[in-house]
């Protein structure tokens, strides 16, 4: 009787809503029964957790697995039960797959962040995002950033490296550029970021000083190499590969894809797997998409580009609308601040770039983009499709979608440590960042011509304990900033 009451009580505490008292059936019972019952009611009334996640396929330990239940505290922290949990609201997953947060490791939304983090961060959420660090470029003074940024509400957490190349553009002497870089860090920037290929009169022992001084603070260090080209992408590894040695710190190679292993993929993959297995400590990661974009006023089209890459003015498309470059237009367009051009799909052919690369166990996925602008972004559809279309990808090339999620979480979590220790994980104690998605239709559905679309398949974003994006519509704003 007494298990059948307390199983009876249980069931009410799952299905039931905070405040509800005790069915009066269940108080018809003897004075000892009806005791306990009150207090489960009260405690019911004072649920322990405020949203519990139920009969989902849980990734956990790198492994998906069954019969959890995943509740969320009031602080929005984390408790990973195998018994079911009383909480005010119950989420059903059932054939869902309940993951910690994506991590998008390389976002980008440096040109105007005041102006552009609200829709940036947008489409961030809506593609399962919880955590979107800008390690490319990221702030030039973090202090000022966060000082402006962390009052603000923001959809998802949020981090920045040292903008290496702003500081370049601001101070001539080298003492003073220096100077800044180890202030940044110190300001909680969580990683040293530069792009020799944009300054390309950065000279070796200058772009290898910042990884020294990163290295003091056991920060990483992103590089967008520094040459693009079939004959001299190599070289760009080469050199990374050269300051990890000869610094010790770990290095980042942004977006190897496009920038260092796009037609030498196989080759710049030994390189780095061979210095790795000699104590080096490199990283890489990839946007999954066989093209790639940039600013048309940027270094990557001065001289014989056509040659470099292997195009010509009508393979560039205008993002956001669609228009195709000509010989007339190439020279006005290229005046134009900030207009991005794509190359066609199909110039980095998955095959020989992106997925040996996720082949390695030093690939993980960032975005390289971000949205910036509504209704039509002049964006890569990367920075709202991203992270749907790495897992799709992924699946569609054989890949388990525990492979996928650990390329997409797991790796770049650990690349920012310690400021990520108590997230990325359905771990008890853990911040919740979760989210709930559905394997057979999640895909990204961003393109060239209208990148401002939401990624299918997400079903629910939680951040930091608080939804924020459910069913197609956008909840509440929770997201922190990640700094040191
Ligand atoms: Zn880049």
């Not at 059932?94 to 490791?105: L, M």
């Not at 057979?440 to 939680?462: D, L």
């Amino acid at each position: 009787m007494k298990k059948l009451t307390r199983r009876k009580a249980l069931k009410d505490l799952c299905i039931g809503s905070a405040g509800l008292l005790l069915a009066p059936s269940c108080l018809a019972e003897n004075q000892q029964d009806s005791k306990r019952q009150v207090q489960m009611g009260k405690r019911r009334a004072k649920a322990d957790f405020k949203i519990v996640i139920k009969n989902g396929k849980a990734y956990i330990n790198q492994k998906l697995v069954e019969g959890y239940f995943i509740g969320i505290d009031f602080n929005g922290k984390l408790k990973i039960s195998k018994e079911p949990l009383q909480a005010e609201q119950e989420i059903d997953a059932v054939g869902k797959i309940v993951s910690p947060g994506f991590i998008d490791i390389l976002a980008d939304n440096a040109n105007n962040p005041e102006q552009t983090y609200a829709i940036f961060e947008k489409y961030k959420v809506t593609d399962g995002l919880t955590t979107v660090f800008q390690m490319h470029g990221g702030a030039e003074f973090p202090k000022k950033f966060h000082d402006y940024f962390d009052k603000l509400p923001h959809r998802v957490n949020y981090g920045v490296s040292v903008f290496v190349m702003r500081l370049r553009l601001k101070y001539a002497s080298l003492a003073k550029r220096y100077e800044m870089a180890e202030q940044g860090l110190k300001e909680g920037a969580l990683a040293m970021a530069h792009s020799p290929e944009y300054q390309p009169d950065t000279s070796y022992e200058e772009l290898k000083k910042y990884a020294e001084i990163a290295k003091k603070y056991e920060r990483p260090y992103f590089l967008h190499l520094r040459y693009s080209s079939k004959e001299k992408e190599l070289d760009g590894v080469k050199e990374a590969i050269r300051i990890a040695q000869e610094t010790g710190c770990q290095i980042h190679i942004d977006h190897i894809n496009s920038t260092g292993g796009t037609f030498n993929m196989a080759k710049a993959l030994d390189l780095i797997n061979d210095a790795n297995a000699k104590g080096a400590k490199i990283t890489c990661c990839v946007y999954p998409y066989s093209f790639w974009a940039t600013y048309l006023i940027s270094e990557r089209f001065s001289g014989d580009w056509q040659k470099r890459y292997g195009i010509t003015y009508e393979d560039l498309q205008i993002v956001g609308s669609g228009e195709k470059i000509t010989v007339q237009s190439f020279p006005i367009y290229r005046k134009r601040p900030g207009l991005l051009v794509a190359v066609p799909e199909g110039t980095m052919p998955f095959e020989k770039t992106i997925n040996l690369a996720l082949q390695t166990d030093f690939c993980m996925f960032g975005s390289d983009g971000g949205i910036e602008k509504e209704p039509r972004a002049n964006s890569h559809p990367r920075g709202a499709g991203f992270a749907a279309t790495a897992i799709r990808h992924c699946l569609n090339i054989g890949m388990s979608l525990e492979q996928a999620l650990e390329r997409l979480i797991d790796r770049p979590a650990k690349l920012i440590q310690p400021a990520m220790k108590d997230r990325a994980k359905l771990q008890d104690d853990f911040w919740a960042d979760i989210t709930i998605f559905d394997a057979q239709n999640i895909r990204g559905k961003a393109t060239v011509a209208n990148p401002n679309q939401f990624s299918e398949g997400i079903e629910c974003v939680i951040v930091n304990g608080e939804i924020a994006y459910q069913n197609g519509k956008l909840v509440k704003s929770n997201g922190k900033p990640i700094r040191y």
